[in-house]
């Protein structure tokens, strides 16, 4: 298998953003993207909306931007569209790194055959992946520089989850972390973090040795965490769980194509980039998903740690003159927005519990328990949270959320 790739002369951007449609009384998802999109089709021919794995679920999808303002626009554009047919259909719209209490063996898959053999093959935990993410692109020149700045990337990894983290609960149940959407992708046997590798003939073995074996067979390419988009001449960042509002989104889009662009420059400068231990990384990678916006996490070789907050603060100012120059300093900034309100999931579990929800650790038999008496599942409200802040375009926080509005 030989894999080229195209390159891009410019560091161009891309954004893909998974939205997913809720039912307007039990906040269940609801699978009417077919219907959804029959409206778009009509009234919107050409559009770039895509159906995805799930029936509940479209993708947003821009085209080639050169600046973050531009991406977010192209998506505001689809969301608007998005919106609009979904009130037609009787659904709200709502995003997150996973549903808080939808049940996996309930959800319906679109009718494609490569959907049907993702699931064929991973069975129960295929089964789970009510999850949705960004995928951001930015433009590369070269292959030969790709994975050396895929391996700086993944330095900071950690930081990209802590910020988008929005996934706390899974089947009513609060799990004690921050994503739980990123420890359930990982099950499966494409996705999760980039293999060790530093040069593009060690990714076209790596490749070579997955088509061999079947795996790419099955799925028709690798879901890494960060990976080469080889058509597109891109690097794809995917590590983030999606955002429930357009600034948030806006945030990561800005910090991933500085830290690329960043990146890409060091080299060009013929500058060592910096890298970590696989076993750093993973250990990042899970103290994210863990503790989020309050990881400790490993920021050199020498194990030298710092806390997460600290280190998006301060890499907003190291970045600035970049975000400057690149026209999205506005949406960095962003970035201690998020850091002083608190994360997606903060803002869930604060109004989850506000209604009721009880905390991590406690049985089954507990959580079925406090439904009862309340008459329903108190993480309804973090859907109307959701459902409230896409339609915002921004962040609410938990004192000023009024359960069941929209």
Not at 17 to 34: C, G, K, Q
Not at 209 to 236: C, W
Not at 286 to 293: F, H, K, V
Not at 306 to 334: F, H, I, K, N, S
């Amino acid at each position: 298998m030989t894999e080229e790739f195209s390159g891009s002369p410019e560091p161009t951007l891309g954004v893909e953003w998974e939205l997913a449609f809720v039912d307007r009384s039990t906040r269940d998802t609801a699978p009417v993207a077919a219907k959804v999109l029959e409206i778009i089709d009509a009234e919107h021919p050409g559009h770039p909306l895509q159906r995805e794995f799930l029936a509940n679920t479209v993708e947003l999808v821009t085209g080639v931007h050169h600046t973050v303002p531009q991406a977010v626009a192209d998506l505001r554009s689809q969301l608007d569209m998005v919106l609009d047919a979904a009130d037609r259909v009787g659904v709200d719209v709502w995003s997150s790194g996973s549903h808080p209490f939808a049940r996996g063996t309930a959800q319906q898959v679109s009718d494609k055959g490569h959907y049907s053999e993702i699931i064929n093959r991973t069975q129960w935990w295929g089964n789970q992946m009510i999850i949705w993410g960004i995928h951001v692109h930015v433009g590369i020149q070269d292959a030969e520089r790709v994975w050396p700045i895929i391996q700086a990337l993944a330095t900071k990894m950690p930081h990209m989850l802590a910020l988008s983290s929005s996934s706390p609960a899974w089947n009513g149940e609060d799990m004690g972390y921050a994503s739980n959407r990123s420890l359930l992708y990982q099950q499966l046997p494409t996705a999760g973090l980039p293999p060790a590798i530093f040069t593009w003939a060690d990714w076209q073995s790596y490749m070579r040795d997955q088509e061999l074996s079947g795996v790419i067979n099955h799925t028709g390419s690798m879901h890494l965490d960060i990976r080469p988009a080889s058509k597109y001449g891109t690097i794809e960042v995917r590590v983030a769980d999606a955002t429930s509002n357009m600034k948030e989104l806006a945030a990561i889009v800005a910090l991933t194509h500085c830290l690329t662009v960043y990146y890409d420059r060091m080299w060009e400068a013929g500058e060592e980039l910096p890298s970590l231990q696989p076993w750093h990384i993973d250990e990042n990678k899970w103290r994210a998903a863990r503790y989020g916006m309050d990881a400790l996490v490993i920021v050199n070789r020498d194990t030298d740690e710092r806390w997460v907050r600290d280190e998006l603060v301060e890499l907003v100012e190291q970045l600035a003159p970049l975000a400057d120059e690149l026209g999205c300093r506005t949406e960095l900034d962003y970035v201690k927005d998020i850091v002083a309100l608190g994360a997606g999931y903060e803002r869930q579990r604060a109004v989850a519990q506000a209604a009721g929800a009880l905390p991590a650790l406690v049985t089954e038999d507990e959580v079925r328990d406090n439904e009862a008496k309340l008459g329903r599942t108190p993480w309804a409200a973090a859907v109307d949270l959701g459902v409230q802040e896409l339609r915002a375009g921004l962040p609410i926080a938990p004192e000023d959320f009024r359960e069941g509005a929209r």
